[in-house]
């Protein structure tokens, strides 16, 4: 009925609307960060829950009519901790960024120093990076990757050592293996820092055990809901049994930092949302799909050195792959992404360790298998799907990156038009879309 009412009323957002959803169901989505939430979680996220205003926790509100929404939170807070494990968690940040925030102000004062994976070594952008706030706010130590691509545990014990840290980051957007919770806790309390886990990326498989939980070895565990946990867009900040020993009075500092003072009221539908993600992660289906998701990662790591392609650490242990593209010349991620984009294949450029090129313009690509399983794929595809991988990119592979600056906007214009006249192109455009008819997306929904 919604639905009907928004074309009749918006017909230009009602076409995007189902264009978006064109898209999604006729291409291959391998960016790693995103996924399919189920038909359950829209239409939470969809609910009347958006029309309340809820400042304040279970039965600590500022408004009143809050009773059924704290029925809802009080929900979701006790799946979360349920599933990962700890005494205390907040589910009201609005989204990873904020909520990263969140925990800096529980815990640190403006000039402490802090320690992050460095973003163009695969950590993210609030871990301390130079252009975030977070760079700007705190004194950032980066530590880094690597010549093979790991994580540098002995660099950042000796950087912990000379510095001193207030809060040690231990997570990352951009990386392929499994993170050293321990080695990373014993790193912490050798200095008496916090250690925060950002497991946006692995919690679905840390919740089906696909990947060792943090929850014994560091202070805070922070997740974003919408990656590998197929939930809306939201985030949870937990604190663990560790955490409340280092400073029992933890819990409290964390949610009167996110209420009142990083935000306002929640997003009750996300909430609720959340609390419908958490019990379908409760569930040995999302086991069977993570275990699945992990399978397929491994598999289409394979699939792409079998043709030829270059990893960084030669292969993944969770749900990424991050693919360094060095030998087609700097910045080749730029025209990779733009060249599977014009075939249906979504994945990202990213950096990779010791880029020659920049962040704008980075040599690598990211991808992930994370919405590719929800819709069913397996190995066959992934082998399938890193063939035409392959096919794409030699159809590209002379395109170069210009020395000159200036020249780079234009050069890549032209390049953009070229995709489309492309005939080998078209075909594979064809292939993708032929392989996504045999794993619908969301059928029965129409817009």
């Known amino acids: 009925m919604a639905l009907e009412e928004i074309k009749e009323f918006d017909s230009e957002l009602h076409d995007a609307m189902k264009q978006e959803l064109s898209r999604q169901r006729k291409s291959i989505e391998l960016i790693p960060s995103e996924n399919f939430a189920s038909a359950r979680v829209l239409a939470a996220s969809g609910s009347v829950l958006t029309n309340k205003y809820s400042e304040g926790y279970p039965g600590k509100r500022y408004y009143g009519g809050n009773e059924f929404i704290d029925k809802v939170e009080r929900l979701a ?9 700890v005494p205390h968690a907040n589910v009201q940040p609005y989204s990873g960024s904020p909520a990263n925030f969140a925990i800096y102000f529980s ?3 403006p000039g402490d120093t802090i320690m992050g994976q460095n973003l163009t070594d695969g950590g993210h952008l609030t871990h301390g990076w130079k252009t975030s706030m977070s760079g700007q706010i705190f004194k950032s130590v980066p530590y880094h990757v690597t010549q093979a691509g790991y994580i540098d545990i002995e660099e950042a014990r000796s950087l912990a050592e000379a510095n001193r840290p207030r809060l040690i980051w231990i997570g990352a957007s951009a990386y392929p293996r499994a993170l050293p919770f321990k080695e990373f806790s014993e790193i912490a309390d050798s200095v008496g820092a916090y250690l925060v886990a950002d497991i946006s990326h692995i919690a679905g498989l840390v919740v089906a055990g696909m990947h060792e939980s943090p929850a014994k070895y560091v202070h805070i565990i922070m997740t974003t809901t919408q990656k590998t946990m197929r939930g809306p867009r939201g985030a949870i900040i937990m604190a663990t049994k560790k955490g409340l020993e280092k400073d029992p009075e933890l819990a409290d500092k964390i949610d009167k930092t996110v209420f009142p003072g990083m935000q306002g009221g929640p997003h009750d539908h996300t909430t609720a949302a ?24 491994k598999a289409l790591a394979e699939a792409m050195k079998k043709r030829g392609f270059k990893l960084v650490t030669d292969g993944t242990d969770n749900h990424m792959v991050l693919v360094d593209l060095t030998n087609y010349g700097k910045g080749f991620g730029v025209f990779a992404q733009d060249a599977l984009d014009s075939i249906g294949i979504t994945v990202n450029k990213n950096t990779i360790p010791k880029d020659p090129s920049s962040p704008f313009y980075p040599s690598g690509i990211r991808m992930g298998t994370p919405a590719v399983t929800t819709r069913g794929m397996k190995e066959a595809q992934m082998s399938e799907i890193a063939e035409l991988i392959s096919m794409c990119i030699s159809e590209v592979k002379d395109s170069k990156l210009p020395e000159n600056k200036d020249e780079r906007q234009e050069y890549l214009k032209s390049f953009k ?21 045999r794993f619908p997306l969301y059928p029965g929904l129409e817009y």
Do not use: P, W
């Open 77 to 85: 807070i006790e799946r979360a901790k349920a599933l990962f494990g």
């Open 107 to 109: 815990i640190c004062n």
């Open 417 to 437: 038009k070229s995709l489309e006249e492309n005939k080998a192109l078209e075909n594979l455009r064809e292939k993708v879309m032929a392989l996504c008819e």
């Open 274 to 297: 959340m609390a419908i993600a958490f019990k379908e992660a409760m569930s040995q289906e999302f086991k069977d799909y993570a275990k699945q998701m992990l399978l397929n990662s």
